[in-house]
């Protein structure tokens, strides 16, 4: 599944005082006479009360928003809405959605209003759901979406039209999409599905059909660049908050007892730095950006024996990443298995350290009780809260409106608080990880008053070598 995006594929163009857009594909670039019709919110009587609610064809949101006077203008994207003129006649849509990867809460709200800003903005008619993920295009029949069927699936976790991991055969799935007339293709998935997305795009176009491919990017870890945050990942901050509340109520109950809370957080430890900002309760966070050590002077163990001697208690929340590197160490096999999406299968860091913790007290005969809670898929498996709702919303007409002007090869995604359409290189290239030399893991720093957990040897300079790429709240 590669895909390589040369130079002279990028859509780029420079203006005066550094200004870059990055632009998308549209059907024009490769369609110059693909005939155009009067987008028919025109005549929508919910939109005749409003001024400019077309997107001007000049709008762009700049990447970075914070300046110097003579800094240069910088990285700018296309602004997502809709667009005066459209590309498609609605009796001639032939739409699908699909959604591929891990849950996230949101996923029946995305699929739900696609359906709707489809029927009701563009009177499409005619939208199908696929079976079961990216192999769902090839070995799964599809289910046919229409306004009732989508009515009510926003208040269910998980996606109705059922996920999978991995399951990318190109030119299957591109087959499928001309066997049966699609035309718009909806792609619901994280950076895998994103790059699978990009595929499917660039095999679209080599057989030169009149396709649209958008992506929505979906993961709870947050962890896909450039946009502001992805759905669902405010819902499983709230949820995660239940087990460290928990934690907390068991932790101050017993005597010289630890709560521990692993979160989900693969390469990325967004979800526990947000849950711990949110909680107040968190008295060690970590991340797998951050490494730590357990023994010795500024290790885990005498911040853990400082904070129990001060409170008699305290609340620990593990990213399922962090560590990694502690337990391969002590580990007899170390793991070097993939999942179907290509991630490395993890140990369970939250276990092992229970259990290090647990020896170290015993050794030191000193009394300690834990508590370890691991709520694992609950923080996913629910549907969106209402942030969350709102942002799907926005998300999907905001897909919708780019596909009917036209535009593809796009992954839709708030920057800076504006919907834009990026380029699905830009949302590939790389994952979004905390940078630990940025102000929000000092915030976190000084709210919970741990320490930095640094060795004060040369590997600190490798360890603060972070990419800039937090999220911008
Ligand atoms: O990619 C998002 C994520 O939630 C990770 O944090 C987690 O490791 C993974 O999904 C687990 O998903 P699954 O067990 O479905 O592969």
New binding site residues.
């Given amino acids: 599944m590669a895909s390589s995006v040369s130079n002279s594929d990028r859509k780029i163009v420079n203006g005066p005082a550094g200004y870059v857009l990055e632009d998308v594909p549209h059907f024009s670039d490769y369609f110059p006479d693909h005939p155009t019709y009067p987008n028919p919110l025109q005549d929508n009587a919910a939109y005749s009360v409003v001024k400019q609610y077309f997107v001007d064809e000049d709008d762009t949101v700049p990447q970075k928003i914070v300046v110097h006077p003579d800094s240069p203008r910088g990285t700018h994207f296309r602004r997502a809405g809709p667009r005066q003129r459209v590309y498609f006649e609605s009796d001639d849509v032939l739409a699908c959605i699909v959604t591929c990867?891990?849950l996230c809460p949101g996923l029946n709200t995305v699929i739900r209003e696609i359906v709707c800003g489809l029927s009701y903005m563009y009177g499409v008619k005619r939208i199908l759901g696929i079976d079961g993920g990216y192999r769902g295009f090839y070995a799964r029949n599809v289910i046919h979406l229409d306004l009732k069927t989508v009515n009510d699936i926003h208040r269910s976790g998980g996606t109705i039209l059922g996920t999978s991991?991995g399951g990318h055969d190109t030119t299957k799935i591109v087959d499928s999409i001309q066997d049966r007339g699609i035309n718009q293709v909806y792609i619901i998935g994280?950076d895998g599905s994103q790059k699978g997305a990009a595929v499917i795009f660039d095999e679209i176009r080599r057989r030169g059909l009149k396709v649209a491919v958008a992506g929505i990017p979906k993961?709870?870890?947050n962890d896909i660049p450039i946009i502001d945050r992805s759905f669902g990942f405010d819902t499983a901050v709230e949820e995660a908050q239940r087990a460290i509340n928990a934690a907390h109520v068991e932790a101050t109950s017993f005597e010289n007892c630890i709560g521990l809370v692993k979160l989900?957080?693969?390469y990325s430890g967004f979800i526990a730095m947000y849950a711990t900002l949110a909680s107040r309760d968190v008295d060690c966070c970590l991340i797998p950006e951050s490494p730590f050590f357990l023994e010795g002077p500024g290790g885990l163990f005498e911040f853990i024996e400082k904070r129990l001697k001060e409170n008699g208690h305290m609340v620990i929340v593990i990213a399922?990443g962090a560590g990694q590197d502690l337990l391969s160490e002590s580990a007899e096999q170390s793991t070097t298995l993939k999942?179907a999406s290509g991630n490395k299968l993890l140990q369970d860091i939250g276990l092992w350290i229970s259990q290090r913790i647990k020896d170290h007290f015993t050794k030191k005969k000193m009394t300690l009780n834990l508590k370890y809670i691991d709520p694992t898929y609950m923080i996913?498996a629910v549907p969106g809260n209402a942030s969350d709702n709102v942002c799907c919303t926005l998300l999907a007409q905001s897909a919708v409106h780019g596909v009917m002007a036209g535009y593809n090869g796009f992954t839709v995604g708030l920057v800076n608080g504006r919907h834009t359409y990026i380029p699905f290189y830009r949302i590939t290239e790389k994952q979004n990880k905390v940078v630990i030399t940025d102000r929000m893991w000092a915030r976190l720093l000084s709210s919970t008053n741990q320490p930095s957990f640094m060795r004060h040897d040369k590997s600190d300079s490798n360890q603060l070598a972070g990419e800039a790429g937090t999220m911008k709240w």
Avoid: F, K, N, P
């Fill in positions: 990867g891990g991991r994280g993961t709870i870890d989900m957080g693969r399922e999942d996913r």
